[in-house]
């Protein structure tokens, strides 16, 4: 599966913004769904995480209350709501996707994850 991330750019704190990511292929359905940040001098870590039929999401605890990750299988994308950015959410931001079996927990790890978006930068003004 290949993957295009876009929507990234400056936006206000307190603001909104909506990432997206759409898949190409015909099993898009059959993978689950993460986006990850990487921010200058920091390592890539994981946002969000949506399952396949998007009944099990997860949220970094830094996140938690003001994005929301969805995904529209007709569509073949998986969104990123970013609701209240603040200034330490500029990074870069990765759209992925696993063919691995959830096994009751989400999947966080960047190793977990095959397929990787190239990146769409955001940048949160104060």
């Known amino acids: 599966v290949q993957l295009q991330a876009f929507g990234g750019g400056l936006v206000q704190a307190g603001g909104s913004l909506r990432l997206s990511c759409a898949a190409s292929?015909?099993?898009?359905?059959?993978?689950?769904m993460g986006w990850f940040r990487q921010a200058p001098g920091k390592e890539r870590e994981c946002v969000s995480s949506i399952s396949r039929s998007g009944g099990m999401t997860y949220y970094a605890d830094s996140v938690k209350g003001r994005f929301t990750i969805s995904r529209d299988s007709a569509k073949k994308t998986v969104y990123l709501q970013m609701n209240n950015p603040k200034p330490e959410d500029t990074a870069v931001y990765h759209c992925?996707?696993?063919?691995?079996?959830?096994?009751?927990?989400?999947?966080?790890?960047?190793?977990?994850?095959?397929?990787w978006g190239q990146g769409t930068e955001v940048t949160v003004s104060s």
């Open positions: 992925a996707a696993s063919p691995r079996v959830l096994g009751g927990r989400a999947l966080t790890k960047t190793e977990e994850y095959n397929y």
């Open positions: 292929g015909r099993t898009f359905s059959s993978y689950v």
